[in-house]
């Protein structure tokens, strides 16, 4: 039995229904979703509904029914998974900020780990959480015994304040211009502002966007490869991606190509197939066997039907005649495909081709990879 519909009870239903929706909203901007809920977003009206008319049409032609009831259009927040997100930026639920704040002291470890857990809830809005909690969550670990004391009061006190004061709000500030950091993080502990306000990494600068072309251009002067190129901006600047713009600009540096001694090779480009039988044909020989013989091998390039015809000569004369027996059962083909050997190289045989109408196509020398189906 095949299951049509996701069965209830599947550990993995979960993880399987927000990958299938993931991957319907795949590449939508403006567009994310948590399970069932989806949110859709833009900076301007506009935007929104550009947003919203691609998501609608995704959803129809992926067969995703709406509930109406459930769906909200063009409102400036939304609750969305436990946070109310708007313009100003995330907000906590304010039902649980009451709760939060409203709370009394705890009287045991279960309602210290109830409170613990409305505190991670609202982690973000809460500076420096884990330190501020760190006596609170001692008394929670295995084998230690109950005692509420000032410390624990003054950190229960400040956790309360540090919600209150906020309001739950974050990223709430009209002015912010959305600057990601992340690149940064990896070196964060090792930058420093000098008097003038030149951001250091150590003793490297960090270069504005505009100037590290040219600082590229400064680096690599002295025309040298990528290693040696990078090493020297490293010891000099910095910014995020540095490594992957040195290889691009070596790469196109006409000098660098010139003093280059390594081959490169041409592309490979595909054969194109044949769309019927016996429209292209590769030939060749094997042998000579201990009895003296060879094979003459045809084969089509569309079916890999072969022929074989035994012949005790490889001359251009025999081999015509061998031609002439498989080609009057099935007729003359459009293109034979051979090497450049004898007899294939002779003009006796190019002009028993050229009579019959046959384009006469040779691999390129050396590339046993040309007569592969003969060779299989």
Same mark, same amino acid.
């Given at each position: 039995?095949?299951?049509?519909?996701?069965?209830?009870?599947?550990?993995?239903?979960?993880?399987?229904?927000?990958?299938?929706?993931?991957?319907?909203?795949?590449?939508?901007?403006?567009?994310?979703?948590?399970?069932?809920?989806?949110?859709?977003?833009?900076?301007?009206?506009?935007?929104?509904?550009?947003?919203?008319?691609?998501?609608?049409?995704?959803?129809?032609?992926?067969?995703?029914?709406?509930?109406?009831?459930?769906?909200?259009?063009?409102?400036?927040?939304?609750?969305?998974?436990?946070?109310?997100?708007?313009?100003?930026?995330?907000?906590?639920?304010?039902?649980?900020?009451?709760?939060?704040?409203?709370?009394?002291?705890?009287?045991?470890?279960?309602?210290?780990?109830?409170?613990?857990?409305?505190?991670?809830?609202?982690?973000?809005?809460?500076?420096?959480?884990?330190?501020?909690?760190?006596?609170?969550?001692?008394?929670?670990? +295995?084998?230690?015994?109950?005692?509420?004391?000032? *410390? &624990?009061? $003054?950190?229960?006190?400040? !956790? #309360?304040?540090?919600?209150?004061?906020?309001?739950?709000?974050?990223?709430?500030?009209?002015?912010?211009?959305?600057?990601?950091?992340?690149?940064?993080?990896?070196?964060?502990?090792?930058?420093?502002?000098?008097?003038?306000?030149?951001?250091?990494?150590?003793?490297?600068?960090?270069?504005?966007? +505009?100037?590290?072309?040219?600082?590229?251009?400064? *680096? &690599?002067? $002295?025309?040298?490869?990528? !290693? #040696?190129?990078?090493?020297?901006?490293?010891?000099?600047?910095?910014?995020?991606?540095?490594?992957?713009?040195?290889?691009?600009?070596?790469?196109?540096?006409?000098?660098?190509?010139?003093?280059?001694?390594?081959?490169?090779?041409?592309?490979?480009?595909?054969?194109?197939?044949?769309?019927?039988?016996?429209?292209?044909?590769?030939?060749?020989?094997? *042998?000579?066997?201990?009895?003296?013989?060879?094979?003459?091998?045809?084969?089509?390039?569309?079916?890999?039907?072969?022929?074989?015809?035994?012949?005790?000569?490889?001359?251009?004369?025999?081999?015509?005649?061998?031609?002439?027996?498989?080609?009057?059962?099935?007729?003359?083909?459009?293109?034979?495909?051979?090497?450049?050997?004898?007899?294939?190289?002779?003009?006796?045989?190019?002009?028993?081709?050229?009579?019959?109408?046959?384009?006469?196509?040779?691999?390129?020398?050396?590339?046993?990879?040309?007569?592969?189906?003969?060779?299989?």
């Amino acid at each position: 039995m095949r299951c049509k519909y996701l069965c209830f009870g599947v550990n993995s239903a979960p993880e399987q229904f927000q990958y299938a929706i993931q991957q319907t909203l795949e590449r939508l901007e403006g567009v994310r979703n948590i399970a069932d809920s989806i949110i859709v977003w833009g900076k301007s009206l506009k935007e929104h509904d550009t947003h919203i008319e691609a998501r609608m049409k995704r959803l129809s032609e992926n067969n995703v029914i709406l509930n109406v009831s459930k769906c909200k259009f063009n409102v400036d927040s939304i609750w969305f998974c436990g946070y109310t997100l708007s313009k100003d930026g995330i907000s906590a639920d304010k039902t649980k900020i009451a709760a939060l704040v409203n709370m009394k002291e705890p009287e045991d470890v279960s309602q210290l780990r109830s409170f613990l857990g409305l505190a991670t809830y609202c982690e973000r809005f809460i500076n420096n959480l884990a330190t501020i909690t760190a006596p609170l969550r001692e008394l929670t670990n +295995k084998g230690v015994v109950w005692k509420w004391t000032g *410390g &624990h009061q $003054q950190a229960f006190n400040k !956790v #309360k304040e540090g919600i209150a004061k906020d309001s739950g709000h974050t990223n709430n500030n009209k002015n912010d211009n959305n600057i990601d950091l992340t690149p940064y993080h990896s070196i964060c502990n090792e930058l420093t502002v000098s008097d003038n306000g030149i951001v250091l990494p150590g003793n490297r600068l960090v270069m504005l966007k +505009k100037l590290r072309s040219h600082t590229l251009n400064i *680096g &690599h002067a $002295q025309y040298q490869g990528i !290693v #040696k190129t990078k090493t020297l901006l490293r010891t000099k600047v910095w910014w995020p991606g540095i490594d992957r713009e040195v290889e691009p600009l070596i790469a196109s540096c006409i000098h660098c190509q010139a003093a280059n001694n390594s081959k490169i090779f041409e592309p490979l480009k595909m054969t194109t197939m044949p769309s019927k039988p016996w429209q292209v044909i590769h030939g060749d020989f094997y *042998g000579p066997f201990p009895s003296g013989e060879y094979l003459l091998v045809l084969m089509d390039e569309h079916s890999r039907f072969p022929e074989v015809e035994t012949i005790r000569s490889t001359t251009t004369a025999v081999t015509i005649g061998k031609l002439d027996k498989i080609f009057s059962v099935h007729g003359f083909p459009i293109e034979f495909v051979s090497d450049n050997g004898p007899p294939f190289n002779g003009h006796e045989f190019h002009n028993y081709l050229t009579q019959n109408g046959i384009k006469h196509r040779k691999i390129t020398p050396i590339l046993a990879a040309g007569r592969r189906p003969t060779h299989t």
